[in-house]
């Protein structure tokens, strides 16, 4: 089953809109990430979040991580055209596997 | 210091052909992941190597795929006998150390279509 989920699949805002992005997981993990990903290109990392972080920013970008809840959520602020991609949070696992699990990403649209 | 490099872009193979995906990853990274990605889904791992070694294959079918990553030159990832579930976008990340405290980098990825 998936680690990580992704909620919504699809969101489609104004621009100059904030918009949010959650992300559940089943197990306990050593960090989440999350990237962006433009249609039809590579991912572009954006921010880490370790398990013993509760908030990070960068730029635009604010991710809450909750580790009694296993979710994490993205915020875009002030959000712009260019910001239209789909999104995915990865964790990296505590135990064994050190590999990045994906969820199915959330398709944000950015209206002008 | 250029990003995780990968090639070809795209991939044109017919059924029964071996396809071959090359990554060089970033300057200094030891660590190499390949994941697959079909249309408007998220990334599945297929394998982690290091220099040499295959670390972790388990999202790897056990038939027709293998990847290495040799002392000197690209990480590379076979399909042999390519069928049409095969095309799908290839992606491989490099990291400094593992990923318990570093972050992944992506490269542009490989788009393989089998006709």
């Known amino acids: 089953s998936q680690q990580g989920e992704e909620d919504p699949q699809a969101l489609s805002i104004q621009e100059g809109e904030n918009a949010t992005m959650n992300c559940s997981y089943k197990t306990s993990i050593n960090n989440l990430q999350w990237y962006r990903q433009n249609s039809g290109r590579g991912l572009v990392h954006l921010i880490l979040?370790?398990?013993?972080?509760r908030e990070k920013h960068s730029g635009r970008l604010r991710v809450t991580l909750d580790t009694s809840k296993k979710s994490s959520s993205l915020l875009i602020t002030a959000s712009r055209a260019a910001d239209t991609a789909s999104y995915f949070c990865a964790t990296a696992l505590i135990q064994g596997a050190q590999k990045l699990v994906f969820g199915q990403g959330t398709r944000l649209t950015i209206n002008p | 210091n250029a990003g995780v490099m990968q090639n070809p872009r795209h991939l044109v193979r017919r059924r029964g052909q071996e396809a071959r995906l090359r990554c060089s990853p970033m300057k200094g990274h030891s660590h190499v992941y390949w994941y697959r990605q079909l249309p408007e889904e998220g990334l599945k791992f297929m394998v982690y190597?290091?220099?040499?070694?295959?670390?972790?294959e388990s999202g790897m079918p056990k038939e027709r795929f293998s990847a290495e990553f040799p002392k000197e030159g690209p990480s590379i990832l076979r399909i042999q006998q390519v069928v049409r579930g095969d095309s799908a976008a290839y992606f491989c990340?490099?990291?400094?150390?593992?990923?318990?405290?570093?972050?992944?980098?992506f490269g542009q990825g490989t788009r393989l279509t089998v006709v």
């Open positions: 990340a490099s990291s400094w150390g593992g990923l318990q405290g570093t972050e992944a980098f």
């Open positions: 190597l290091q220099k040499e070694n295959i670390i972790d």
């Open positions: 979040i370790r398990s013993n972080e």
